[in-house]
C-alpha cells in the first residue's frame, strides 16, 4: 500500500510539474512573439521616419508625402499599442504618437520643413525598448 501511494504521490507531482513546465513555456513564447511584434514593427516604423525625413525635404515637390509617411507611423503605433501591456513601450508608443501630432499640426499651419527631429528621437527610443536585452 506505502508504494502504491507512492507512485500515485510521485505520478501527480511529476504531472504538476509538466502542467507547471508548459505554462512556463507558453508563457516565455507569448513574451517571444511578443518581443518579434514590437522589433517588426518599430523596424517598419523606422523606415516610415526614414520616408517622412525624405517627404519633409521634398515638401515643395510633393507636399501629400508627409501625411503618407506620418499616416503609415500612426498606423503601425496603434498595432504595437494594441500588442503590448509594457509600460516601457506604451510610454514610447505615446512620445512618438505625441511628436508625429506635432509635425502634423506643424504642417497644418503653413511649415513647410517641420522639425521631424523628436519624431526620429522618438521612434529611436521605440526600437530601444523593443529590442530584447
Do not use: F, W, Y
Not at 56 to 76: C, F, M, Y
Request: hydrophobic letters at 40%.
Amino acid at each position: 500500500m506505502a508504494a502504491s501511494r507512492r507512485r500515485r504521490t510521485t505520478a501527480i507531482a511529476a504531472t504538476v510539474a509538466a502542467v507547471a513546465l508548459t505554462v512556463g513555456l507558453t508563457t516565455g513564447c507569448d513574451a517571444v512573439n511578443k518581443a518579434l511584434d514590437c522589433v517588426q514593427t518599430a523596424d517598419t516604423i523606422a523606415d516610415s521616419v526614414t520616408d517622412l525625413q525624405q517627404a519633409v525635404e521634398n515638401a515643395a515637390d510633393d507636399p501629400t508625402q508627409a501625411g503618407e509617411a506620418l499616416d503609415s507611423i500612426d498606423k503601425n503605433l496603434d498595432t504595437i499599442g494594441d500588442k503590448t501591456d509594457d509600460a516601457d513601450v506604451g510610454k514610447a508608443v505615446d512620445n512618438l504618437q505625441s511628436a508625429v501630432a506635432n509635425v502634423r499640426d506643424a504642417i497644418r499651419n503653413g511649415d513647410e520643413t517641420p522639425d521631424i527631429s523628436p519624431v526620429t528621437a522618438a521612434a529611436g527610443e521605440l526600437t530601444k525598448v523593443c529590442t530584447p536585452s
